[in-house]
T-cell receptor, first 112, second 114 residues
Framework: ELKVEQNPLFLSMQEGKNYTIYCNYSTTSDRLYWYRQDPGKSLESLFVLLSNGAVKQEGRLMASLDTKARLSTLHITAAVHDLSATYFCAVIRGGATNKLIFGTGTLLAVQP | DTEVTQTPKHLVMGMTNKKSLKCEQHMGHRAMYWYKQKAKKPPELMFVYSYEKLSINESVPSRFSPECPNSSLLNLHLHALQPEDSALYLC?????????????FGPGTRLLVL
């Protein structure tokens, strides 16, 4: 059974600081997604990581994928309050269909 | 148009009611999904439709009945729900439903069962 775990579950950080969210998954997958969810809102696609060593950056967020270690990271640089949200990683479960298994989520609170 | 829309935004229903959730997309996507998300938890897949045919049912109780009348529209019919079914119901779509595609999510319907 595919399991996807994130840590930390909750992250309180000050504006201007850097931090990393980790996503571990239990079985082989060549595709990993990062989504953002604001309170009471839907999920916004942030990154799709397609292969080992893939790195993508958008603004203050940078995501990377190590398929051998079954690990993805989401690095936050110089956090700002607008980044406060819940971040989910998600992995395709396998087979021919697009069955996404989400990680536990990381609630990020950026304090002024 | 890169939007998935869902109606209603909020729904309160009793355990004996029958109601329906609606999801629509006009991106030409041929795969559509229903997810259930409880508070402070990740979304969990319920159903997948691919080319208007049900391809995945994740052992969802029969009180939830999906329907895909055409390639743009996905419904979720609700009957005799339980209070523990209260959650955010998210619809998503992707181009064809293969394992290579990003899913795009709608805003969700927040359901409360009394």
């Amino acid at each position: 059974e595919l399991k996807v775990e994130q840590n930390p579950l909750f992250l309180s950080m000050q504006e201007g600081k850097n931090y990393t969210i980790y996503c571990n998954y239990s079985t082989t997958s060549d595709r990993l997604y990062w989504y953002r969810q604001d309170p009471g809102k839907s999920l916004e696609s942030l990154f799709v990581l397609l292969s080992n060593g893939a790195v993508k950056q958008e603004g203050r967020l940078m995501a990377s994928l190590d398929t051998k270690a079954r690990l993805s990271t989401l690095h936050i640089t110089a956090a700002v309050h607008d980044l406060s949200a819940t971040y989910f990683c998600a992995v395709i479960r396998g087979g021919a269909t697009n069955k996404l298994i989400f990680g536990t989520g990381t609630l990020l609170a950026v304090q002024p | 148009d890169t939007e998935v829309t869902q109606t209603p935004k909020h729904l309160v229903m009793g355990m004996t009611n029958k109601k329906s959730l609606k999801c629509e997309q006009h991106m030409g996507h041929r795969a559509m999904y229903w997810y259930k998300q409880k508070a402070k938890k990740p979304p969990e897949l319920m159903f997948v439709y691919s080319y208007e045919k049900l391809s995945i049912n994740e052992s969802v109780p029969s009180r939830f009945s999906p329907e895909c009348p055409n390639s743009s529209l996905l419904n979720l019919h609700l009957h005799a729900l339980q209070p523990e079914d209260s959650a955010l119901y998210l619809c998503a779509s992707s181009r064809t439903g293969t394992a290579q595609e990003t899913q795009y999510f709608g805003p969700g319907t927040r359901l409360l069962v009394l």
